[in-house]
């Protein structure tokens, strides 16, 4: 499958949530939770926006109003090292170490007190000691009436786009500082715009800086 493929894939996948979460949303106006027996249609709710969540290869959670866990993917399970049912109805302190959920919470706070999306670039301890750069967003969730009744969260891994750029940086200085040594410079033409680039030592080559 290709990148674009999987993108419009996960995007498909995304709205199939929000369809889930819109049903949803009554259930976290209710303190109590009822069981399978008493409501079956919040519960086949439930299985379904699970299935939907593990199917996404990213980090995916909603809270409640208290900044409880209602729902989150196998996927944040696997990194925080804890299984489902073990985060469900916990808040970040339960999930996280103390110094990285202080930030999630407040980002949480921020999210229902402004109503307004806040999307962070945070460091993920994964249980293997690795440490992964992650593209954080979060939102609030409303209901009928436009009430905040908690948070929705999305997480990607954006470790490898960051150390590919940082390479590119530091092949773009190497090749800067080798074309002023050697008094040479760089030019790319584009023939579908029919339009030429030049490097700055290009540009002090020919008198121009």
């Given at each position: ?58 980090l995916l959670w909603l809270k409640d109003r208290n900044l409880q866990f209602v729902a989150v993917s196998k996927h944040f399970s696997d990194i925080c090292g804890l299984p489902i049912p073990k985060i469900i109805g916990k808040t970040d302190q339960d999930v996280w170490p103390e110094r990285f959920a202080k930030g999630y919470l407040e ?103």
């Amino acid at each position: 499958m290709s990148k674009k493929e999987s993108q419009k894939d996960i995007l498909q996948r995304i709205q199939l949530l929000e369809q889930e979460l819109a049903v949803l949303r009554a259930s976290l106006s209710h303190e109590d939770a009822s069981t399978p027996e008493e409501n079956p249609e919040d519960h086949l709710s439930q299985l379904k926006l699970q299935t939907i969540l593990d199917t996404i290869p990213a980090l995916l959670w909603l809270k409640d109003r208290n900044l409880q866990f209602v729902a989150v993917s196998k996927h944040f399970s696997d990194i925080c090292g804890l299984p489902i049912p073990k985060i469900i109805g916990k808040t970040d302190q339960d999930v996280w170490p103390e110094r990285f959920a202080k930030g999630y919470l407040e980002d949480d706070r921020m999210v229902i007190e402004q109503g307004t999306p806040v999307t962070r670039i945070e460091s993920i301890h994964y249980p293997d000691k690795r440490v992964r750069l992650h593209e954080t967003s979060k939102a609030p969730v409303f209901d009928d009436q436009g009430n905040i009744i908690g948070t929705v969260g999305v997480g990607h891994d954006i470790t490898l786009q960051k150390q590919t750029e940082e390479r590119l940086i530091h092949v773009n200085e190497l090749l800067h500082e080798l074309q002023v040594l050697s008094r040479t410079g760089g030019w790319e033409f584009d023939r579908r715009t029919r339009r030429s680039y030049w490097t700055d030592n290009h540009f002090r080559l020919y008198g121009y800086e």
